[in-house]
């Protein structure tokens, strides 16, 4: 049976085309969508074998207070998608809208799971280099958290790890200043005591954030403050080398021939560290499947946005948390 | 549901039950004088939880400005009770 996905068709950046163009290529799959927007800019959804439109007139943007908007507006497209899953017509929701908004509207309409005091949003790191990407968590979820957060963190990510990006032993490690045990402020001090004593995943300690990109880990975790700051650090590092490579090409006759020579080797690095290929980011620590696409997604991030979603639901990412948190007595009540 | 069919225990014993379920916490421990925030360290994500599953259950809606008044156990039972005009 195809996994039913539960698509927001509005608030994406690149617009509608990206929105369609990204559902055919998922349903092309053979997954199954049920695409929330608007009538008329959304239409030929409707002519997609396996995806249905239901019309949703509003919108939530980013402008809005996310909390307020979600309760008032239950029209609104992330509302309708996320209380689809909720109501089990669809199985996962996906939305390259809002990013506050989907999360709250996924927060109300899942729930957290039994036992997690936060959710965290979890997002893959392409590396350079190739092969498997970092998952760092959380980027964004929750701007403070707690010693207890962190650690369900470490669990949340190391069980999303191996359930859905199929680690067999994800190696997690926490974001501090230093290796050291005792580096780093007291919740991420006491976090890591708590992780050294505890069972049930592979943490290996403290990294910093210079050795974020040297393999030393599958599952990194932090703050949504600091995992935040760091996303967009190295997206505007990577921009920024990236330009500066492309104006050093171009500076005299010599480097032009250097450049053009380069150009294959560059074009497949800058395709692997695409955040397209990754598809967005996922709210761990929920009762259901929530993936947040990237503000700019285009059709290929949409698609594997709702492509990570879909097997999220086969490999029951969700029980398998669950699972995990209970066995490990990592759940709210137990490590109080 | 209608004030008739619902007593003030009857809200009391949800509020309780639900607290007890999502914070992990014993349902002995969880009594009308119980503060949310101080005594069961719930933060803001619970309480909006709370106030939701208030209107799922009860059919009613609460403002922000009225969530924000929530303050212990019998806060919450007091402001479902009131709006339904429930029996003592």
């Known amino acids: 049976m195809p996994v039913t996905v539960a698509l927001d068709g509005r608030g994406a950046e690149r617009g509608a085309r990206a929105v369609i163009d990204g559902a055919r290529a998922a349903a092309a799959n053979g997954l199954r969508l049920r695409v929330f927007g608007d009538r008329e800019l959304l239409a030929e959804i409707r002519e997609l074998d396996g995806a249905e439109l239901i019309p949703a007139a509003e919108e939530i943007t980013n402008a809005d207070e996310p909390v307020a908007a979600v309760r008032s507006r239950p029209e609104a497209s992330v509302v309708q998608a996320a209380a689809d899953v909720a109501e089990g017509r669809s199985e996962a929701l996906v939305s390259a809208g809002s990013t506050g908004a989907t999360m709250t509207a996924a927060l109300f309409a899942l729930r957290r799971m039994q036992g997690v005091r936060r959710p965290a949003l979890a997002l893959q790191l392409p590396v350079p280099g190739g092969g498997r990407p970092l998952l760092l968590l959380d980027v964004g979820a929750n701007t403070e958290a707690r010693a207890v957060d962190l650690v369900q963190f470490a669990y949340l990510g190391s069980a999303f790890s191996s359930a859905v990006l199929g680690v067999e032993r994800p190696r997690v490690a926490l974001l501090s200043v230093g290796e050291e045990q005792k580096k780093g402020s007291a919740d991420v001090v006491e976090a890591n005591a708590r992780l050294a004593d505890a069972g049930g995943i592979e943490f290996i300690g403290n990294l910093e954030g210079r050795d974020l990109m040297r393999r030393e880990a599958d599952v990194v975790v932090t703050d949504g403050f600091t995992g935040n700051v760091v996303l967009k650090t190295i997206e505007g590092t990577a921009k920024a080398v990236a330009d500066a490579v492309r104006a050093a090409a171009r500076s005299g006759a010599r480097a032009a021939v250097g450049g053009t020579l380069l150009r294959p080797a560059l074009g497949s690095l800058r395709r692997q560290l695409d955040p397209d290929s990754t598809g967005g980011a996922i709210l761990l620590g929920l009762r259901g499947v929530a993936v947040v696409g990237h503000g700019s997604s285009g059709p290929d991030g949409i698609a594997n946005a709702v492509r990570l979603a879909a097997r999220a639901v086969e490999e029951r990412a969700v029980d398998r948390t669950a699972e995990l948190l209970e066995r490990s007595g990592m759940t709210r009540g137990s490590m109080r | ?88």
Do not use: C, N, W
């Open chain 2, 1 to 88: 549901m209608t004030a008739d069919e619902l007593s003030r225990a009857d809200v009391l014993e949800k509020v309780r039950e639900h607290l007890s379920s999502e914070l992990e916490i014993p349902l002995g421990q969880i009594s009308e004088e119980t503060r949310l925030r101080e005594d069961l360290d719930a933060d803001s994500l619970d309480l909006y939880e709370l106030v939701m599953e208030l209107e799922d259950t009860y059919g009613i809606s609460v403002s922000e400005e009225e969530a924000a008044g929530i303050e212990t156990v019998a806060d919450a039972v007091d402001f479902v009770a009131g709006r339904l005009g429930a029996a003592a």
